[in-house]
T-cell receptor, first 114, second 109 residues
Framework: EAQVTQNPRYLITVTGKKLTVTCSQNMNHEYMSWYRQDPGLGLRQIYYSMNVEVTDKGDVPEGYKVSRKEKRNFPLILESPSPNQTSLYFC?????????????FGPGTRLTVT | QQPVQSPQAVILREGEDAVINCSSSKALYSVHWYRQKHGEAPVFLMILLKGGEQKGHEKISASFNEKKQQSSLYLTASQLSYSGTYFCGTGSNFNKFYFGSGTKLNVKP
């Protein structure tokens, strides 16, 4: 089954404790992206990647890191989480956004930083 | 650069029609429409590209006015399953992507 998977689905952590949210897709998509969703603000792009080893900042990259060492995986790293990073996070992938292909979303990771 | 959606919320009775609008202050390369149900991930509805190409579900229709940098999503003969939050998203030729703040649609029996 074609899908985007994220782990964990729920995470409660404390300020400053490094964490990684994994994202994997099995559709051989070149484009992958991370979004955060907050009430009233819609989905905002954190980072995106057009291919292996090619990543770039989205609209709200502060406090986050990403890597794309393999085509299928695109982990999101919070080196020192803070309470303002409490949010619902979605990973998405697309064959090629520039060529007009849709994004497929993972199920989401609800992160709480206390 | 976030596109602006209107209205923010709509309440319909089954069978009624609705239009959701999306506009941008920047030149649009493409417009995407997604629907999100509570607690779930967004699901693709339609893509509209410069030049008139469209791709999406048969029961959904939309328009894209490149000159005005606007798009509209048309929901006709609404069903209960149409309820959810609708997001437009706009892509640039640099692969950044911006979603609107969403339109909540509630279809009642």
């Amino acid at each position: 089954e074609a899908q985007v998977t994220q782990n964990p689905r729920y995470l409660i952590t404390v300020t400053g404790k490094k964490l990684t949210v994994t994202c994997s897709q099995n559709m051989n998509h070149e484009y992958m992206s991370w979004y955060r969703q907050d009430p009233g603000l819609g989905l905002r792009q954190i980072y995106y990647s057009m291919n292996v080893e090619v990543t770039d900042k989205g609209d709200v990259p502060e406090g986050y890191k990403v890597s794309r060492k393999e085509k299928r995986n695109f982990p999101l790293i919070l080196e020192s989480p803070s309470p303002n990073q409490t949010s619902l996070y979605f990973c998405a992938s697309s064959l090629s956004l520039q060529a007009g292909h849709e994004q497929y979303f993972g199920p989401g990771t609800r992160l709480t930083v206390t | 650069q976030q596109p602006v959606q209107s209205p923010q919320a709509v309440i319909l009775r089954e069978g009624e029609d609705a239009v959701i609008n999306c506009s941008s202050s920047k030149a649009l390369y493409s417009v995407h429409w997604y629907r999100q149900k509570h607690g779930e991930a967004p699901v693709f509805l339609m893509i509209l590209l410069k030049g008139g190409e469209q791709k999406g579900h048969e029961k959904i229709s939309a328009s894209f006015n490149e000159k005005k940098q606007q798009s509209s999503l048309y929901l006709t003969a609404s069903q209960l399953s149409y309820s959810g939050t609708y997001f437009c998203g706009t892509g640039s030729n640099f692969n950044k992507f911006y979603f609107g703040s969403g339109t909540k649609l509630n279809v009642k029996p």
